[in-house]
């Protein structure tokens, strides 16, 4: 692996972030981050609505963060993308992957053929008539990938591979824990629009499920309640309540109920999967994305979820080598790199 680079690329809806990372004498360094505002629209949900306008932003990237090669990994997360647990019948590798469109016919909801598939294997489960693989089912809608894939192509760059952004945030923010002797943990990394939920044990995924609503889902509330630009209710939305005028209670209670419904539909997963898993609580909740850091989510999920809540910190995850950038500005956009850091981390 010495010497190997890959660049991890994140389509957002209100930036587009890269980062990459190259394997030294098997530690993984940092070398260049970068990411750039997007205008509003041109990313719905996910998906890329303006194939030019997000080609015009990753060109941007390129030549302010100095990148040194054109193959990127991508990663994709919206409302057209399924991740099942299901059990399929044992087979070498090879044979399931040719069998793979037939096996998920019946177990995803979209047409198969209109579908990018995978299936990512957990354990093997045998009783005393069968031989089956248990693992998770991953089916995207083929369009909304070759939307992303097409942007960055008009960008001058190329896909080498595609990955799923939930594990390429286990990756990073997970715990680092092989055996999976604490339990559970749930990885959530919220974006403006997006937020991706992963459980998992050991690095084992067990559970994705990608919720279309995100940080600016909360801003949004801010402004239509109260009238305000996007920036200053961006800026309360993240103002330490503690810290907050007094006149601005009226902000802080709608802060506080956007905060409260977000933290419902997040709640609402978790619960599904303890339920799912037979009543197992999770060991802890680990946060990443922008849209984490509103003040006071991070102390209502710990009390809506009932388990320590953390910050993920992917940094800790490689050696931060000469990217540029200051001290301050590392700690600034570290929040924000999980999903980059964890698409290039998966290449090298």
Request: charged residues 20%; proline residues 6%.
């Given at each position: 692996?010495a010497g190997?680079t890959?660049?991890?690329?994140d389509?957002?809806?209100s930036?587009?972030?890269?980062a990459?990372?190259?394997v ?9 981050f970068g990411?750039v ?7 719905r949900?996910g998906?890329?609505a303006?194939?030019?306008a997000v080609?015009a932003?990753?060109?941007?990237l ?13 990663g994709?997360s919206?409302?057209?993308v399924?991740?099942r647990?299901?059990d ?5 590798a ?6 793979l469109?037939y096996q998920?016919?019946?177990l ?5 053929e209109?579908a990018?598939l995978?299936f ?5 489960v045998v009783t005393?008539?069968s ?7 991953v ?7 070759l939307?992303?894939?097409?942007a960055v ?8 591979t ?6 390429a945030?286990?990756r990073v ?7 999976g002797?604490s339990g ?20 084992v995924p067990k559970f ?14 801010v402004v239509e ?5 996007p ?12 810290q ?8 802080r ?9 977000f933290v419902?539909?997040?709640?609402g997963s978790?619960?599904?999967f ?11 909740l680990v ?5 984490s ?8 999920l ?10 993920g ?19 600034f956009?570290?929040?924000?790199s ?7 981390m998966?290449?090298?």
């Amino acid at each position: 692996m010495a010497g190997r680079t890959a660049i991890g690329l994140d389509i957002g809806t209100s930036s587009v972030r890269a980062a990459q990372v190259s394997v030294s004498k098997g530690t993984p360094v940092l070398e260049r981050f970068g990411q750039v505002a997007l205008p509003p629209g041109v990313v719905r949900d996910g998906e890329v609505a303006d194939a030019d306008a997000v080609a015009a932003a990753i060109k941007t990237l390129w030549h302010q963060a100095k990148f040194t090669k054109k193959e990127v990994v991508l990663g994709v997360s919206n409302q057209k993308v399924v991740v099942r647990l299901v059990d399929l019948p044992w087979m070498p590798a090879d044979d399931l992957k040719a069998s793979l469109r037939y096996q998920a016919a019946d177990l995803v909801p979209m047409p198969v053929e209109e579908a990018v598939l995978d299936f990512v294997p957990l354990e093997e489960v045998v009783t005393d008539s069968s031989r089956q693989l248990r693992g998770l089912l991953v089916a995207a809608a083929q369009d909304a990938v070759l939307d992303a894939i097409r942007a960055v192509q008009k960008a001058g760059l190329k896909v080498s591979t595609v990955d799923l952004t939930p594990f390429a945030v286990l990756r990073v923010a997970g715990s680092r824990d092989p055996l999976g002797l604490s339990g559970p943990e749930a990885v959530v990394d919220i974006g403006a629009k997006v937020t991706n939920i992963i459980v998992h044990e050991g690095g084992v995924p067990k559970f994705v499920r990608i919720l279309l609503l995100g940080g600016d889902d909360v801003t949004g509330a801010v402004v239509e309640r109260l009238g305000i630009a996007p920036s200053d209710a961006e800026q309360l939305k993240r103002m330490p309540a503690a810290q907050a005028d007094p006149a601005q209670a009226d902000a802080r209670r709608v802060i506080d109920a956007a905060l409260n419904d977000f933290v419902d539909e997040i709640r609402g997963s978790v619960d599904y999967f303890v339920a799912m898993s037979g009543g197992r609580p999770l060991s802890r909740l680990v946060l990443s994305g922008g849209g984490s850091l509103a003040d006071g989510l991070a102390q209502k999920l710990a009390t809506a979820a009932r388990t320590p809540v953390e910050y993920g910190r992917p940094f800790a995850q490689v050696q931060v080598g000469k990217t540029g950038l200051t001290p301050e500005q590392l700690q600034f956009v570290e929040p924000l790199s999980a999903v980059p850091v964890g698409l290039a981390m998966g290449a090298v």
